[in-house]
C-alpha cells in the first residue's frame, strides 16, 4: 500500500473479501462493466450537455491515457479542485482506472488549504476551473506551483489558459485512442487493496487530515449506502453539494448512481429555484440536501409552482436535520425523508424509506454494513449503557485505519484494535439505532462544511489589534451552526469591527464559510484552573444571547 497509509491487517482483509464485502474490483472496472450494460442510456446531464455511459467510458478511457502519455503513474496524487461540470467526473474516472489518486479539494478552498494539501501529499498535478465563482483559479496555480516544489501538471477545464498549463477539454477531444490501444490501460489497472481517493477530514485541530479510501472499501460504500435509497436504473439523481463531497460522491452520490445504472444531474447552483427547475425538468427521484437547503425548499413561496412529483426521496446529510422540518417533509413535498450520518473515514448509518415517524424523525438508523462494528463510550473509554451520551468509536469494512501520513494523530485518534474515535457524541436507541448528541470536540458544523476553530483563531491571532481569540459555535436555524469569534483586544479603548476582522481574514486567502460571521469584544476570557479557555462558557454566552434576541423580535 502507499507508503504512509495503514492497510487493513490482512486476516481481516481476507475475511471482507471471503464474506463478499469486498468485490476485489477497482472503481474504474466497476464503472466500465455498468457502462457496458447501459451504453447508450444516459449518464450526466449539465445544463445542454447530455452525456451516454458510453461516451463516458470513452471520454475517461481517453483521458486515462493522456494522463500516462504526459507521465502521471499509478499512485502519483493530483489536487482535484473542480466545480460541478462533467470535466470532474471524467477526470475522477480516469484517474481512478489508472491508479493516480484524486485528492478531494472545494471550491471555495483558497491558498492556505491547497498549499498545505499539495504540499502534503506531494501532489503532481492540480485541476482547476479557469475562473468559478468570480474567482481566477489560474492565478492561484501560478502561486501554488511556486510554493510547491513535486507540483508538475496544471489541468484546465474552461477554453483558454496559459501555454504552460493543458487544457481539459482539448485532451477529451484529442481522439488518442485512434493512435494508441485503450487495452494499454490494462497494465495500470489499480489493486482493489491500493488507495484510490484521498478524502480531507473537517478537522478539528487546524488545517484539514487527508483520508485514504481504497478502492474495496470505497466501492462497497456505495454499494451498501444505495440500498436504502432503492437506487435502480431509473433513478434520477441531482448533485446540489460540491462534488468533492463525500456524500455526493460516493454515499451513494454518484457512483451509487452508476453502479445502479441511473443518472446523475448536475447543478451548478444552489438556489432553491434551480433545484426545483431541475427536479421538474429532469424528474429527479433522489435529492440529497444538507439541513439548510431542505429549509430553504420546504419555505420556498413558488414552490408550487414547480411540478416535483417525481420525487422519491430526500437524504439530509452533512449536518443534524431537525425533527420539526423532518415531520414537514413528507406532507409538503410528497416524498420520502431518509437520514443519513456518517463520516469521510467510514462508518454510515441510515435511516429506511419504510421506518417509523420515530425512527425517521428522531435517529440517525442503523450502520449500512453487518460488519459495522461500533461502541458508545464514556469519558473513562468504558462503554456507557443504553440511552447514555457517549463518544461513538468504530471499526469496519470501509472504516479506515489511520491518516495519511499521521503517525501522531493515528496513535491519538485509533485504538489498537482498529476502532476510530469519532469524536461524535451519540446514544443508543432502544430499538438499536443511533442517536446523534453533538461532537467531542468543538468542530463548527455551517450546513454540512466543517470549520476548524483553531485554523480561524490563529489567524485571527495576527491582527494587529487583537490580544487572544476564542472561534466558538453559535445555533442558527438555518445552517445549524455559524461561528463567532470572541476577542480580546490589546488595547482597551480599541474597537474592532466584524467587517474590518473579515477584511482582514480576506487577505489570509481562507475560504470564505471559515469567516465569523459575528464577533464579540470581550474584556477576559474565561479560564479554566491551567489558563485554557472555557469554550463552553463562551457557547452558553452566545446561546443565551441569541435566544433573547430571538424573543426580542417576537
Not at 462533467?86 to 489508472?98: G, N, S
Not at 439548510?292 to 409552482?305: P, Q, S, V
Not at 453559535?474 to 466584524?498: F, H, I, N, W
Request: proline share 6%.
Amino acid at each position: 500500500m502507499l507508503k504512509g497509509c495503514m492497510p487493513f491487517p490482512k486476516e481481516i482483509a481476507d475475511n471482507y473479501v471471503a464474506k463478499g464485502y469486498w468485490k476485489n474490483v477497482p472503481l474504474g472496472d466497476a464503472f466500465d462493466r455498468v457502462a457496458e450494460v447501459y451504453y447508450k442510456k444516459e449518464a450526466l446531464i449539465f445544463e445542454d450537455l447530455r452525456i451516454t455511459y458510453g461516451q463516458l467510458k470513452s471520454g475517461s478511457d481517453r483521458l486515462a491515457m493522456h494522463l500516462l502519455n504526459m507521465g502521471l503513474r499509478p499512485l502519483d496524487r493530483v489536487v482535484v479542485q473542480l466545480p460541478n461540470i462533467p470535466e470532474f467526473v471524467y477526470c475522477y474516472l480516469a484517474c481512478l482506472k489508472i491508479g493516480v489518486i484524486p485528492v478531494m479539494c472545494l471550491p471555495p478552498h483558497r491558498y492556505s488549504e491547497i498549499s498545505y494539501i499539495a504540499k502534503k501529499c506531494e501532489a503532481r498535478g492540480y485541476l482547476i476551473p479557469d475562473v468559478f465563482n468570480k474567482f481566477n483559479y489560474l492565478e492561484l496555480a501560478e502561486e501554488i506551483k511556486a510554493e510547491v516544489p513535486s507540483l508538475e501538471f496544471v489541468l484546465v477545464a474552461g477554453r483558454q489558459c496559459p501555454d504552460q498549463y493543458v487544457l481539459i477539454n482539448d485532451l477529451l477531444e484529442d481522439r488518442i485512442e485512434e493512435r494508441q490501444s485503450v487495452g494499454n490501460l490494462e497494465e495500470y489497472r489499480p489493486d482493489p487493496m491500493e488507495v484510490a481517493v484521498f478524502l480531507l477530514s473537517g478537522g478539528t485541530t487546524g488545517l484539514p487530515k487527508i483520508i485514504p479510501r481504497t478502492h474495496n472499501d470505497y466501492l462497497y460504500t456505495s454499494e451498501m449506502t444505495s440500498k436504502p435509497l432503492g437506487f435502480n436504473m431509473y433513478t434520477a439523481f441531482l448533485v446540489v453539494a460540491p462534488l468533492g463531497h463525500n456524500m455526493t460522491l460516493a454515499c451513494p452520490g454518484v457512483m451509487g448512481t452508476y453502479l445502479n445504472g441511473g443518472k446523475v444531474v448536475l447543478s451548478a447552483s444552489t438556489r432553491v429555484d434551480n433545484i426545483c427547475g431541475l427536479v421538474e425538468k429532469e424528474r429527479i427521484t433522489n435529492l440529497p440536501l444538507v439541513p439548510a437547503l431542505i429549509i430553504g425548499l420546504l419555505n420556498y413561496e413558488k414552490r408550487k409552482g414547480y411540478d416535483l412529483s417525481s420525487l422519491l426521496t430526500i437524504t439530509s446529510g452533512g449536518s443534524k436535520l431537525n425533527p420539526e422540518v423532518a415531520k414537514r417533509i413528507k406532507p409538503e413535498l410528497g416524498c420520502h425523508l431518509v437520514q443519513q450520518f456518517g463520516m469521510a473515514e467510514g462508518l454510515l448509518t441510515m435511516t429506511d424509506m419504510n421506518d417509523d415517524d420515530e425512527a425517521r424523525f428522531n435517529t440517525i438508523g442503523y450502520p449500512v454494513s453487518p460488519a459495522d462494528q461500533f461502541k458508545i463510550v464514556g469519558p473513562d473509554g468504558e462503554e456507557v449503557s443504553l440511552e447514555t451520551p457517549g463518544e461513538l468509536w468504530c471499526r469496519g469494512p470501509y472504516t479506515i485505519r489511520g491518516y495519511y501520513d499521521a503517525p501522531a494523530h493515528n496513535e491519538a485518534a485509533f485504538t489498537e484494535d482498529g476502532f476510530y474515535k469519532s469524536g461524535d457524541i451519540v446514544r443508543l436507541h432502544p430499538s438499536g439505532r443511533l442517536i446523534v448528541e453533538g461532537r467531542k470536540k468543538d468542530l463548527i458544523n455551517r450546513g454540512g462544511e466543517k470549520i476548524s476553530p483553531e485554523e480561524v483563531e490563529n489567524l485571527i491571532l495576527a491582527h494587529p489589534k487583537v490580544e487572544n481569540a476564542a472561534v466558538v459555535a453559535m445555533p442558527d436555524p438555518v445552517m445549524g451552526e455559524r461561528s463567532c469569534a470572541y476577542v480580546t483586544l490589546k488595547q482597551q479603548d480599541a474597537d474592532l469591527t466584524l467587517e474590518e476582522l473579515n477584511l482582514f481574514l480576506l487577505e489570509k486567502r481562507i475560504a470564505k464559510f471559515k469567516f465569523p460571521e459575528r464577533l464579540e469584544v470581550i474584556s477576559e476570557f474565561p479560564l479554566t484552573n491551567v489558563g485554557k479557555i472555557k469554550k463552553n462558557v463562551l457557547r452558553q454566552d452566545i446561546e443565551r444571547k441569541t435566544a433573547e434576541e430571538n424573543r426580542a423580535k417576537i
